[in-house]
């Protein structure tokens, strides 16, 4: 978002600077520095002597005829302070500075994670395996009661057939 700065330069008398008393800004934003000059054109500083931290903007010099914008991009990401904007004119003559409060920028809203859907219902894990079992002893008993030998192999086929399911469903 781009933060206007405006500064008056020739307004009360020659290479008079009129600033503002202080200037907010988050990280990322752009402060946007206009310059209006009311009076004859002049050479004129800005300057950031301790704003290394917060922007790469260091010192523009320009000759200034009636209007300018120079922008200053702040660094996203970085934490809450200040830094002050110096403002030269009269070949060092005449300065103003213009302090500038860095703050964190706004949170952004997070959407609520979407509740999982609940998970089908099964059968618990530890009942399978129990059933299996049961079902084995029950036909070898049959077995061992009748004496047919399909009730043994039914009991066996269960048996493997137990193994590989636990094995095929296992987590």
Request: hydrophobic share 50%; charged share 15%; glycine share 6%.
């Amino acid at each position: 978002m781009d933060i206007p700065c405006e500064i008056r330069l020739n307004a009360r008398s020659i290479h008079s600077i009129d600033l503002p008393g202080s200037i907010e800004a988050a990280a990322g934003d752009t402060l946007l520095i206009r310059l209006i000059n009311q009076g004859s054109p002049l050479h004129l500083t800005l300057t950031t002597s301790n704003a290394v931290r917060f922007t790469d903007f260091s010192h523009e010099n320009l000759f200034l005829d009636r209007f300018d914008e120079i922008p200053v991009p702040i660094k996203p990401g970085v934490f809450p302070g200040t830094f002050d904007i110096t403002a030269i004119t009269g070949y060092g003559a005449n300065r103003a500075t213009v302090q500038v409060f860095v703050r964190e920028p706004p949170a952004a809203e997070t959407p609520e994670p979407e509740m999982p859907a609940p998970p089908e219902p099964r059968l618990p894990v530890s009942v399978i395996p129990f059933a299996v079992i049961a079902v084995a002893a029950l036909l070898f008993i049959i077995y061992a009661a009748t004496g047919i030998i399909a009730f043994e192999a039914a009991a066996f086929v269960v048996l493997v057939v137990g193994v590989l399911s636990a094995w095929y469903f296992r987590r």
